[in-house]
């Protein structure tokens, strides 16, 4: 069984910041790209910042310069540093793993629960 944990999420005032992160546990061979995505009220799921195993990273136009994603390869956690937040930025955030599990050579997406993110003016 794999899953994904994430924490770190809340309230906080513009302006303010949050750290979440993310940690995947389970039978997991290996992970390749990780990721967060967000959902807004009435609005589409949406990427907001990858890294692959190797570092590289990519970004939303929208949180360019405020967010940074890291992450941990012997944690196998992936975090996302938030500064500078604006009320845009509310809403629930994903964790999103590629991975391979146990001894197949299958690569499979997995999701976390969700942690809300709300960011009040």
């Known amino acids: 069984q794999v899953q994904l944990v994430e924490s770190g999420g809340g309230l906080v005032q513009a302006g303010g910041s949050l750290r979440l992160s993310c940690a995947a546990s389970g039978s997991i061979s290996s992970i390749n790209a990780m990721g967060w995505y967000r959902q807004a009220p009435g609005k589409e799921r949406e990427l907001v910042a990858t890294t692959t195993s190797g570092g590289s990273t990519a970004y939303a136009d929208s949180v360019k310069g405020r967010f940074t994603i890291s992450r941990d390869n012997g944690k196998k956690t992936v975090y996302l540093q938030m500064n500078n937040l604006v009320p845009e930025d509310t809403a629930v955030y994903y964790c999103?793993?590629?991975?391979?599990?146990?001894?197949?050579?299958?690569?499979?997406?997995?999701w976390g629960q969700g942690t809300q993110v709300t960011v009040s003016s």
């Open positions: 999103n793993a590629n991975l391979r599990r146990g001894s197949s050579s299958s690569w499979f997406n997995y």
